[in-house]
């Protein structure tokens, strides 16, 4: 059975950074494509970005230059450094590997 522990959200300030992580079991990890997505109140869940095993991201245009994924197939983790946050990065935020297995989501809130 695959599960997900997700950490690292919580509230912060516009302008300020959280990093989110991500260990993943009951998978080989490192044969996933490993993903963030976020959903925000009443909206659809959005891609944020992607990494590949080997390394290669992609990232939705709304966070390129702030945010970064990142992986350490060593240790099964991925990771979400989220920089210079604005009110509309506020979302669940979800772990996922490959296209069906999805983390439970961590919350983060970005407001004064």
């Known amino acids: 059975q695959v599960q997900f522990v997700e950490s690292g959200g919580g509230l912060v300030q516009p302008g300020g950074s959280l990093r989110l992580s991500c260990a993943p079991s009951?998978?080989?990890?490192?044969?996933?494509?490993m993903a963030w997505y976020r959903q925000a109140p009443g909206k659809q869940r959005e891609l944020v970005a992607t990494?590949?095993?080997?390394?290669?991201?992609n990232y939705a245009d709304s966070v390129k230059g702030r945010f970064t994924i990142s992986r350490d197939n060593a240790a099964n983790m991925v990771y979400l450094q989220m920089d210079s946050l604005r009110p509309e990065d506020t979302a669940v935020y979800f772990c996922?590997?490959?296209?069906?297995?999805w983390g439970q989501g961590t919350q983060v809130t970005v407001s004064s």
């Open positions: 009951g998978i080989i990890f490192i044969i996933y494509n």
């Open positions: 996922v590997a490959g296209l069906n297995h």
């Open positions: 990494i590949t095993p080997g390394g290669s991201t």
